[in-house]
């Protein structure tokens, strides 16, 4: 069955630093996600990305953040200046273009900041 | 009031049990209606979509929604060990609203079923 890639499982960087959380999307999928989940916390929409522009921001989603997809398969969210509470698993996920298609989530990245 | 609610848990229950997940919500405008499950260290992975009022059954599995009561419901038969995870029930709005991609989730409840 297709499933939703993510890389690195687990990555750990000073505070300060930018970071590059990486995905590969089911291949026939259109919209492209990536949430967040604090240890302990709910899982929290981020943005929404389609034909290669944000359709959908939270108020996570600030100028620290940026989304691409460098080329046909990968979708990366990128993270300015990072900071301590940015230490969270970062789900990557996509889904057919339709209104309704649900949404498949890959295994996430721990993102550390020490 | 929270968007979703969700009882935490834990909820231990021997095999063979009928497990009963339940989520309420305030926000009238979600219209579709999910159940994912997460194993530890994995990410969530869709068990049940619906976005009508009723039932819809898939295997041991049947996902129950009340819009009236604001109430969703997923409930378990024949539990098994294998059935043990985090149960997170998601939700997100109509089509034509400014936030129809984004899914809202409940905080999870972590299921245990002994042997």
């Known amino acids: 069955e297709p499933e939703v890639t993510q890389t690195p499982s687990h990555q750990v960087t000073q505070m300060g630093q930018e970071v590059i959380l990486r995905c590969v999307p089911i291949s026939n999928h259109l919209y492209f996600y990536w949430y967040r989940q604090i240890l302990g916390q709910k899982v929290e929409f981020l943005v929404s990305f389609y034909n290669n522009e944000i359709s959908e921001k939270s108020e996570i989603f600030d100028d620290q953040f940026s989304v691409e997809r460098p080329d046909g398969s990968n979708f990366t969210l990128k993270i300015r200046s990072t900071k301590l509470e940015d230490s969270a698993m970062y789900f990557c996920?996509?889904?057919?273009?339709?209104?309704?298609?649900?949404?498949?989530f890959g295994d996430g990245t721990r993102l550390s900041i020490l | 009031q929270k968007e979703v609610e969700q009882d935490p848990g834990p909820l231990s229950v021997p095999e063979g049990a009928i497990v009963s997940l339940n989520c309420t919500y305030s926000n009238s405008a979600f219209q579709y209606f999910m159940w994912y499950r997460q194993y530890s260290r994995k990410g969530p992975e869709l068990l049940m979509y619906?976005?009508?009022?009723g039932n819809k059954e898939d295997g041991r599995f049947t996902a129950q929604v009340d819009k009236s009561s604001k109430y969703i419901s997923l409930f378990i038969r024949d539990s098994q060990p294998s059935d043990s995870a985090t149960y997170l029930c998601?939700?997100?709005?109509?089509?034509?609203?400014?936030?129809?991609?984004?899914?809202?989730f409940g905080s999870g409840t972590q299921l245990t079923v002994l042997p």
């Open positions: 619906t976005y009508s009022s």
């Open positions: 998601a939700m997100k709005s109509t089509p034509f609203s400014g936030s129809a991609r984004q899914l809202t």
């Open positions: 996920a996509s889904s057919e273009a339709g209104r309704n298609q649900p949404q498949h």
